[in-house]
């Protein structure tokens, strides 16, 4: 199986600022990362797919990067509504395999 | 407007059986693969069953292989995991959400329905 692997688990971070996550796959996925967002008691919201193209609907301060075996996600501009777990998943192979989370708190 | 909407969840013993349902509508269900994914209260997300839109093919992961079965009924815009002889450790909420092989995403999810093993 794939192990994806998230940094940081947790990040402290004011409105306004740069936030980047990276998570790391066990073996190369090509571009088949898909990058989510969770609030808390919410399903899932997909942000990224296939390591940059950006889901519709989604604002443009978030962007992804990466391929292979190490892949990134920036938000550009914190905003009151980003404070949420982040998760990446593969998609390359079966079993799908999502990373541990980052959660994003208020500093 | 695309929905999926959970239900069939709730306290069962261990050893037991349990049968969720996922309705699906505002999107043309019976071209679109679909997958369970479960998260333990606090926890992050896991991948545990995959289904073609047709059926013909499926996908487990190993930690329920053998244990549950996803199917699905086109003509009711249905999906369903049939959950067999369950632990403790099978306490989580799931969720099912539409997928697309092609793009490794999944775009459209439920809003979960707990399930509770313990006696």
């Known amino acids: 199986d794939i192990q994806m692997t998230q940094s940081p688990s947790s990040v402290s971070a004011s409105v306004g600022d740069r936030v980047t996550i990276t998570c790391r796959a066990s073996q190369g996925i090509r571009s088949f990362l898909a990058w989510y967002q969770q609030r808390p008691g919410k399903a899932p919201r997909l942000l990224i797919y296939t390591a940059s193209s950006l889901q519709g609907g989604v604002p443009s301060r978030f962007s992804g990067s990466g391929s292979g075996t190490e892949f990134t996600l920036t938000i550009s501009s914190l905003q009151p509504e980003d404070f949420a777990t982040y998760y990446c998943?593969?998609?390359?192979?079966?079993?799908?395999?999502f990373g541990g989370g980052t959660k994003v708190e208020i500093k | 407007e695309v929905q999926l909407v959970e239900s069939g969840g709730g306290l069962v013993q261990p050893g037991g059986s349990l049968r969720l349902s996922c309705a699906a509508s505002g999107f043309t269900f019976s071209s679109s693969e679909m997958n369970w994914v479960r998260q333990d209260p606090g926890k992050g997300l896991e991948w545990l069953s995959y289904i073609g839109s047709s059926a013909t093919s499926l996908a487990y992961a190993d930690s329920v292989k053998g244990r549950f079965t996803i199917s699905r009924d086109n003509a009711k815009n249905s999906l369903y995991l049939q959950m067999n002889s369950l632990r403790a450790e099978d306490t989580a909420v799931y969720y099912c959400?539409?997928?697309?092989?092609?793009?490794?995403?999944?775009?459209?999810w439920g809003q979960g329905t707990l399930v509770t093993v313990s006696s």
């Open positions: 998943q593969q998609a390359n192979s079966f079993p799908l395999t």
């Open positions: 959400a539409r997928y697309s092989g092609t793009y490794g995403l999944h775009d459209y």
